[in-house]
């Protein structure tokens, strides 16, 4: 079973970070963390990402179960940052996770400062129309676990979708390894 859990305290978590000109001696607070996803996950929902030709796709009712890049070398001068993969044949409810899942995270204060994003787009004739789009932070899974900041949605209706994903690192390496999964 998958969750996303919302960080509601990450504040009280990140004091000691400081790589951001408008935080405080002492870190970003939660208002800045808030900022930089915001800025950060801006250009992904460009509407040219449901254009251009996607970087990957596989068959939802396949044995494959998704598609990703192990690192940040992904995006497209028409879809800034995006990892875009065509889903074919999602069923009505079918859902589809998005965002970085990185393994053996050594601690949780710079997990915390990991995000995931994910857009997801419905065929429509020869394009793709854009249903939604939602962005996480990370989750820290414990001493030797993985750190994942994943994000899911839900297709309203059976048909082919897109999805455009990214993660990163706020305050830092701006793209990360990213992946796109479903149950």
Not at 5 to 13: C, K, P, Q, R, S
Not at 59 to 84: F, K, L, M, Q
Not at 156 to 179: D, H, M, Q, T
Request: proline share 6%; aromatic share 8%.
């Amino acid at each position: 079973m998958r969750s996303v859990v919302a960080i509601g305290v990450l504040g009280l978590f990140v004091g000691g970070c400081g790589a951001d000109a408008s935080a405080t001696a002492s870190g970003p607070d939660r208002d800045d963390v808030q900022r930089e996803l915001a800025a950060v996950t801006e250009k992904l929902g460009e509407a040219t990402c449901g254009t251009i030709a996607a970087d990957d796709s596989f068959d939802y009712t396949s044995t494959r179960i998704g598609a990703g890049t192990p690192d940040g070398n992904y995006g497209h001068p028409e879809c800034t940052n995006g990892y875009v993969v065509d889903v074919t044949n999602v069923p009505v409810g079918g859902t589809i996770y998005a965002g970085s899942l990185l393994p053996r995270w050594p601690d949780p204060f710079t997990c915390l400062l990991d995000w995931g994003y994910e857009s997801l787009w419905q065929k429509t004739g020869t394009g793709y129309v854009k249903l939604s789009e939602l962005s996480t932070l990370g989750v820290w899974g414990g001493v030797g676990g993985p750190c994942t900041a994943e994000v899911k949605l839900t297709a309203p209706a059976a048909g082919n979708y897109r999805v455009v994903a990214s993660a990163g690192v706020l305050f830092g390496v701006f793209k990360g390894p990213v992946i796109i999964t479903h149950p």
